[in-house]
């Protein structure tokens, strides 16, 4: 398979595992948990509708902006799942655009838009799976992906890892 169509269908695949298969299955688990006791997370429809639509278009910006740019400056995509690379892995490290404020910007990117999605259905059960989901993802994905980059990139990802947050943006670590 030539890398144009490879790349497709990494977008594909991510696409539909970041938009379709995990919010479903989000929702089918908070719906059997909520039927059983439900927690409202924000009563007032207006100030629920104001976070949500921040946490979208902030959670949108980070992933389309790191998709593009990893695209454009890495020559890859992100997606490898159990070790089968569906997408071109990256040939460059990129560490500009969303990358120069967290080495994850995807992924911070879609918590902010899985954190909507929990308001827009406004149930605890959801927050909470999306925080298990999320700690998993931090402390196995992105240490493995981390392995990946060091044996790709070796010294010139331990800089980059020095000076940028691994998740939260703006939280940059200062080495003076």
């Known amino acids: 398979m030539n890398e144009n169509r490879r790349m497709m269908l990494g977008y594909a695949v991510g696409g539909l595992l970041v938009f379709v ?4 299955t989000i929702f089918i688990i908070t719906l059997l948990f909520d ?3 439900r927690i409202e997370i924000i009563q007032n429809t207006t100030i629920r509708w104001i976070i949500i639509i921040l946490l979208l278009v ?26 089968i690379e569906i997408s ?15 080495r994850n910007p995807m992924l911070f990117g879609t918590l902010l838009m899985y954190l909507a999605f929990s308001l827009f259905i406004n149930s605890i059960t959801a927050v909470v799976l999306v925080g298990t989901m999320f700690a998993f ?21 331990r800089e980059y890892r020095k000076k940028v947050s691994m998740f939260i943006p703006w939280f940059q670590r200062r080495n003076e």
């Open 21 to 24: 298969l995990v919010p479903s």
């Open 35 to 37: 039927y059983v006791y």
């Open 58 to 83: 902030i959670g949108f910006m980070f992933g389309i902006w790191s998709v593009i740019i990893q695209n454009a400056v890495g020559k890859g995509g992100p997606v490898e799942i159990g070790n």
């Open 88 to 102: 071109p892995k990256t040939k460059n490290l990129v560490v500009s655009g969303p990358y120069k404020y967290t």
């Open 137 to 157: 993802m931090l402390t196995v994905v992105v240490k493995m992906e981390e392995k990946r980059l060091l044996k790709d990139f070796g010294n010139q990802y």
